[in-house]
């Protein structure tokens, strides 16, 4: 005799399905119609450090200078390898960057998805895509910019670029302006 289960025991299929995509994190990125673009701001970035304009690590740290944050209001910046820890860029709508110079074997960006920590339980995948994917890696190419979220988790890989040849990156944040007037959160970002 075979055992039939009971009509409530039974497993049931779900009909009409479909999968909605809630909150994917959107990323854009494009290339500098001219490439040439970024030897001119190479030009003005070492012309800027070679002034004492901006900020150089201290010594024994790892090389790093960062520009003063008033670049974009200079007259070259109207056309606009190593590791960096993870980050966020916080009180700015969107984060973005372009590689200005990319010695072969320099750092590559990361993204971590922002979800990553709040994970009770973690599945096991039988394929990784752009839904269930921890991170996400872009190769620096020179002349290539990228634009995201600034609440997206992002870092540099170490590279394994000859120590002589610097990765030029220029990053920037964008936030709005103006007064947002909703009945429960009024803000003013003017």
């Not at 740290?61 to 980050?87: F, G």
Request: charge should be positive; proline fraction near 8%; include cysteine.
């Amino acid at each position: 005799m075979l055992y039939t289960p009971p009509p409530a025991a039974r497993a049931v299929e779900l009909t009409a399905k479909q999968m909605f995509m809630l909150f994917p994190t959107p990323m854009f990125t494009g290339k500098l119609p001219d490439i040439g673009l970024c030897d001119r701001i190479e030009k003005k970035l070492r012309e800027l450090q070679q002034s004492g304009k901006g900020t150089s690590s201290r010594e024994g740290q790892i090389l790093a200078y960062m520009t003063p944050d008033d670049i974009h209001t200079l007259p070259e910046m109207k056309e606009s390898n190593r590791r960096h820890h993870v980050h966020v860029h916080p009180n700015c709508l969107l984060s973005g960057l372009v590689y200005v110079r990319t010695p072969k074997n320099c750092g590559s960006t990361v993204f971590a998805s922002p979800r990553q920590l709040t994970k009770n339980l973690e599945p096991t995948y039988l394929q990784k895509n752009e839904l269930n994917s921890d991170l996400f890696t872009v190769p620096a190419e020179k002349g290539r910019m990228l634009i995201w979220p600034s609440h997206v988790p992002h870092a540099v890989e170490q590279g394994t670029a000859d120590e002589s040849e610097e990765r030029i990156v220029v990053a920037f944040n964008i936030m709005i302006r103006g007064r947002i007037q909703l009945f429960t959160a009024s803000l003013d970002l003017s």
